[in-house]
């Protein structure tokens, strides 16, 4: 069955430093989004893409976030200079469709720990 | 705002035993879907259930959904122990497609 991933497993850096966290969504799928999980919280929504833009973000999707899908198979959250607060679980996930109706299948995760 | 809120926050049975899991809501949904998350992985998607639908099942799954209360139930049938988990109810409204997720219940099934 096909599934969505994710890399690295576990991403470790220093305060201020940038990251980039990867995902492969499902191959036929056209919607992608970010969702992000602080220890012990909700489960929370940043930012959806489709057609190679952004169609929604959060408010915690500010300037120090950016996401790209620099090929046809990758999608990419990128963090420019991370804050302790960014630790958390980052998870992606992709649909076949999108407004008003499909079912969003998630990745594994990436836990960011920043120092 | 719109919100998933599941009850309750904790669930402990005997396997064997079904479970029920709650979640209400705040305004009108298109869809409402569960997820299971064992500790520290990741989503798992168990069932979507849409607006103008009442229940479904899938397997030992069953949802309910009661637009009239914006409330929706999940039974799981028969347990196990491998379903040890936290279940959480995610839901999109109006032209978004973002889901907005409940806190999660954590059903421990006890051999």
């Known amino acids: 069955e096909p599934e969505v991933t994710q890399t690295p497993s576990h991403q470790v850096t220093q305060m201020g430093q940038e990251v980039i966290l990867r995902c492969v969504p499902i191959?036929?799928?056209?919607?992608f989004y970010w969702y992000r999980q602080i220890l012990g919280q909700k489960v929370e929504f940043l930012v959806s893409?489709?057609?190679?833009?952004?169609?929604?973000k959060s408010e915690i999707f500010d300037d120090q976030f950016s996401v790209e899908r620099p090929d046809g198979s990758n999608f990419t959250l990128k963090i420019r200079s991370t804050k302790l607060e960014d630790s958390a679980m980052y998870f992606c996930a992709s649909s076949q469709e999108g407004p008003q109706g499909d079912t969003q299948y998630f990745g594994p995760g990436t836990r960011l720990t920043v120092l | 705002s719109q919100q998933g809120e599941e009850d309750p926050q904790a669930l402990s049975i005997q396997e064997g035993e079904n479970a029920t899991m709650n979640c209400s809501y705040k305004?009108?949904?298109?869809?409402l879907q569960w997820y299971r998350q064992n500790s520290g992985r990741g989503l798992v998607h168990l069932i979507l259930i849409r607006s103008n639908e009442r229940e479904k099942h899938s397997g030992r799954l069953r949802v309910t959904l009661d637009t009239s209360k914006k409330s929706s139930s999940l039974l799981i049938t028969a347990s196990r122990a491998a379903d040890t988990a936290s279940y959480f109810c995610?839901?999109?409204?109006?032209?978004?497609?973002?889901?907005?997720f409940g806190k999660g219940i954590t059903l421990s099934v006890r051999p």
């Open positions: 995610a839901t999109d409204y109006g032209a978004n497609s973002k889901l907005t």
């Open positions: 893409f489709y057609n190679n833009e952004i169609s929604e």
């Open positions: 191959s036929n799928h056209l919607y």
């Open positions: 305004t009108s949904i298109n869809n």
